[in-house]
C-alpha cells in the first residue's frame, strides 16, 4: 500500500495499475476457469458488477476489470481521500463502490457480459451452486470461511 487508507478504501490504488487488470476482493472465491474473465478485462473498457442489492446502489466493486488507464480514479481520490471517505457513508453512496460507481458511467456488467459465470452466495446458492458458476461473490454475512 502506498498512501495506508483503510479497509476497502485501499483498493483504490488498484487503478494506479494500466489495464488489462482482473481485479476480484478477497471473499471472491474462483470456482471454475477465468479464461473468459480474463478475455473481458482485455477487451472491455470498465466492468464492475451489477449490485446483488440494487434497490441500494447500481455498482458492485468486488469484481472488477478494466482495460486500459484508470488512474483518474485513484488521482480523484488522493485530491482529498477523508472527504470522499466521509461522503461515501449512505446506502446510495456506500464506501469505495459508492466513489467509483459515478466516475464509471460508461461501464458494463459481468452479469451482461457473462450470464450465470459470476454470482452472488446470498442470491444464487441456496440449493447448491448454479451450474456455469465460475465465480462466486460473498458480500456480508456468511463469509467464504464461515460456510
Not at 489495464?19 to 476457469?33: A, E, N, Q, R, S
Request: proline letters at 7%; aromatic letters at 12%.
Amino acid at each position: 500500500m502506498i498512501n495506508g487508507w483503510p479497509g476497502w478504501w485501499s483498493k483504490i490504488e488498484t487503478f494506479l495499475i494500466q489495464g488489462p487488470v482482473l481485479y476480484m476482493d478477497l471473499d471472491t472465491t474462483v470456482i471454475g476457469d477465468l479464461s473468459p474473465l480474463l478475455t473481458v478485462a482485455e477487451t472491455h473498457k470498465f466492468v464492475a458488477l451489477r449490485d446483488f442489492n440494487p434497490s441500494q446502489r447500481q455498482m458492485g466493486s468486488g469484481l472488477m476489470a478494466w482495460s486500459g488507464d484508470m488512474r483518474r480514479i485513484y488521482d480523484e481520490f488522493a485530491a482529498a481521500p477523508a472527504a470522499h471517505m466521509k461522503r461515501c457513508t449512505t446506502s446510495q453512496a456506500w464506501g469505495d463502490q459508492g466513489f467509483i460507481e459515478p466516475l464509471t458511467l460508461d461501464r458494463e456488467y459481468w452479469q451482461d457480459l457473462l450470464p450465470g459465470a459470476v454470482v452472488s452466495w446470498k442470491k444464487h446458492c441456496g440449493s447448491g451452486v448454479p451450474e456455469g458458476a465460475r465465480v462466486i461473490c460473498f458480500h456480508g454475512k456468511p463469509r467464504p470461511w464461515e460456510i
